[in-house]
């Protein structure tokens, strides 16, 4: 054994250290990659699988959500004029104010038309024409027209009939669905889906609901109608395949939407009539509805996923029930070919095999230099000698898994500290002396720039305090006749109503009155008197109406001079601020009016210095108009759109956000950085003190311990953001 030990190692076969670290190396990450590249490919299909569920459930999810919306709408406007109706607040029986409010609802809610009928023979409706062109209004009016036609006026932008567009004699609505069903089983429901009878024959379904008497009778329905057409672009926009389809039926197998281009309903002899989703022109979506027949529609209570082939190809299927509380029970269908993924696997499949590929290239090119790697330590403690030789400490010899190399290596580096630190030594000294001389110098300029923030302040506050209490003085001897006049009005238009209705009921007493009273009637013009006392009556209300919030502006407004913590509403005081400012937003001659976006969120009572944030408001709103007023310089007034957007919301830490952007000229980065600088402005001489944004800075940042933030691109527009938290007597003001 001890003459083995003792045999020269010249004599043993020795192998390259290169062919000791690589091949192992090699053949490891080799078996490594093969296996994965075998799994991915063994996965691929099962992944198909469970990526078409997941799919076809996300875009299913997404059509029911949009069904949601879409009746709840419905429903609730439906509802809405309901409740109005019991209420009091608006009158069948007069037509036009009826009208108007239908006309008014249609166009603020998301729905195609709105309709009225009752049982004496009257029909009120309101929406858009079958094309979606132009709002019209509908009416039948035995009282009115002395007959049971049916005229259709097209509106202008107050809603008022400007033209007639349609008169059908002897319309017989009562025979529609909205309006028959309704009154037979006196419940909310749905009508039955129905073309229009006008091109382009649009696809349309009605929320109905009952008008009950005192004695609980239904005397009346009230529907609101959509259009289908609104579904069926929802799902065209659904982007999840290219080559997949969506659509939706009826139990009876009727398509009511569908995410082809075609329209679910044809036309014959002239007249539009409904489409089987079995007869569609797409190929998918009828195979689909072809293979769904094989089943009773009516069964089907609970979403299924299925599959089956279509044009030699396998194709999957996701079928959902939905349900609408007060009716409707459609079917939602999402198809997706196999192709759309298949081709990514296909793909990945190419990909995995490249991949192995260079990965067994890289490992055999690491593996040739490793032996390389294990020498560098050496060449490192070279490398690392030289530089200290020249001055260099900072260049150390690196750690080494050879443990003699290692010590070597660690000898050197705590060689080369001693000698830095000799020199770092010899270095403090001169940098003590360069440190107290900045620190004196910083000291100064921190003196200087509070003395320069302490004269804005005071120069400030005095100015608005006087403002604040003159603001006050007038608000409080304009409100005492305001508040007379308000009072007033609404029992002088009372007894103005009163009056009209006591004339009109002496006249179908006396429908024949003698020739002098007749003469008087056509004198005074009594049916201008009957149709504009009640105008002018309200338009005295608007007035009145108009100088109290101007009253209640500036009482906000007047709190300037305030210095107590208030717990206040800041969307009141920024309301307060832009009644101020309403001279400035109306159009001139030179540009259009200055528009105001509100985007508002809830937010909570804050408590704070209420006039100095008024204060902020007033700075940013007016830095803001008189930025687009430069903006608007060398356009003409087709060109100038101005607007600011005034934006709020909560944000952690119990803090409130105030957001005022404008699209006015905007500033370079030069500009921005010294906007906080006290008596710093780019205004011209008399017009601005260079106060406004350094004032609002202190206020927000050292009285209210928040943040003034500035966002500006030149030839955009400006962005300030007002920060401060809910409650600032937490932190207590700094003086």
Request: glycine fraction near 6%; proline fraction near 4%; hydrophobic fraction near 40%.
């Amino acid at each position: 054994m001890v003459k083995f030990l003792q045999i020269p190692l010249r004599t043993v076969r020795r192998l390259p250290l290169r062919w000791v670290l690589v091949v192992p190396f090699v053949f490891q990450l080799s078996a490594t990659v093969g296996l994965t590249g075998y799994l991915s490919l063994q996965n691929g299909q099962r992944a198909v699988n469970e990526l078409v569920t997941k799919l076809n459930q996300e875009v299913s999810d997404r059509v029911l959500q949009h069904l949601d919306t879409f009746a709840l709408s419905s429903r609730r406007t439906a509802t809405m004029v309901q409740r109005e109706i019991e209420v009091g607040r608006i009158r069948p029986t007069d037509s036009r104010s009826m009208l108007s409010f239908l006309w008014q609802q249609a166009e603020n809610q998301d729905v195609g038309y709105l309709l009225y009928g009752d049982n004496s023979g009257m029909l009120l409706g309101a929406g858009f024409d079958s094309n979606n062109n132009y709002r019209t209004i509908t009416e039948i009016n035995p009282r009115k027209y002395k007959n049971l036609d049916l005229y259709a006026y097209a509106t202008d932008a107050q809603g008022y009939p400007k033209t007639q567009t349609e008169h059908v004699k002897d319309y017989k609505f009562q025979v529609e669905d909205w309006f028959a069903k309704t009154l037979k089983i006196g419940l909310p429901n749905w009508s039955s889906i129905y073309n229009w009878q006008a091109q382009p024959y649009p696809l349309a379904v009605a929320a109905s609901i009952p008008l009950k008497n005192q004695q609980g009778e239904v005397v009346a329905s009230i529907a609101a109608e959509s259009r289908l057409s609104q579904i069926s672009h929802f799902l065209r926009k659904l982007s999840f395949s290219r080559s997949g389809r969506v659509f939706i039926l009826e139990r009876s197998g009727d398509l009511v939407a569908n995410s082809d281009a075609s329209d679910p309903f044809t036309i014959e002899n002239n007249l539009p009539k409904r489409m089987k989703g079995k007869e569609s022109p797409d190929p998918l979506i009828r195979a689909a509805a072809q293979y769904l027949q094989n089943e009773s529609l009516n069964t089907i209570e609970t979403s299924k996923q299925k599959s089956f082939d279509h044009a030699g190809e396998k194709q999957y299927l996701r079928i959902v029930p939905w349900k609408d509380e007060w009716g409707l029970d459609w079917l939602v269908v999402v198809v997706v070919p196999e192709s759309t993924f298949m081709a990514q696997i296909h793909e990945n499949t190419q990909n995995t095999v490249l991949l192995c590929l260079m990965a067994l290239a890289i490992a055999t090119l690491l593996g040739l230099y490793t032996s390389r790697w294990i020498a560098q330590p050496i060449l490192q403690l070279r490398e690392a000698s030289y530089s200290l030789a020249q001055g260099d400490f900072d260049h150390q010899s690196a750690e080494s898994f050879v443990a003699e190399l290692n010590d070597l290596g660690l000898s050197f580096n705590q060689m080369a500290k001693k000698l830095e630190q000799s020199f770092i030594e010899l270095e403090d000294a001169n940098d003590q002396l360069e440190e107290r001389i900045e620190q004196r110098t910083e000291a100064l300029r921190s003196t200087l720039a509070e003395l320069h923030q302490t004269q804005a302040q005071m120069i400030q506050s005095e100015k608005m305090s006087a403002l604040g209490q003159m603001v006050a003085g007038i608000a409080h001897e304009i409100n005492n006749p305001v508040s007379f006049i308000q009072g007033n009005v609404q029992p002088a238009k009372h007894y103005a109503e009163d009056l009209l209705w006591l004339l009109s009921l002496y006249q179908q007493a006396y429908p024949q009155p003698s020739a002098e009273i007749q003469t008087a009637i056509e004198s005074v013009d009594l049916d201008f008197i009957r149709e504009d006392l009640s105008k002018l009556l309200q338009s005295m209300r608007v007035g009145a109406d108009r100088i109290s919030a101007i009253v209640l502006s500036l009482r906000s407004f007047s709190r300037l001079d305030e210095s107590a913590v208030k717990t206040i509403d800041l969307h009141e005081g920024i309301e307060s601020t832009l009644m101020l400012f309403q001279h400035r937003f109306r159009a001139t001659v030179d540009r259009p009016g200055i528009e105001i976006v509100r985007n508002y969120g809830e937010l909570p009572k804050v408590e704070c210095y209420a006039g100095q944030i008024n204060q902020v408001f007033m700075n940013l709103l007016a830095n803001a108009i008189d930025a687009l007023e430069q903006s608007n310089r060398g356009k003409t007034f087709h060109e100038i759109s101005n607007c600011i957007t005034i934006s709020t919301r909560t944000i952690p830490n119990d803090q409130v956000q105030v957001i005022i952007e404008d699209n006015g000229i905007g500033m370079c980065e030069t500009v921005k950085q010294q906007i906080f600088n006290p008596f710093y402005t780019t205004k011209p001489v008399g017009k601005g003190t260079g106060l406004g944004l350094a004032v609002s800075y202190q206020i927000v940042t050292e009285t209210h311990h928040g943040r003034l933030i500035c966002h500006s691109t030149v030839g955009e527009g400006t962005q300030f953001i007002v920060q401060i938290p809910e409650k600032v007597s937490a932190n207590p003001k700094v003086s």
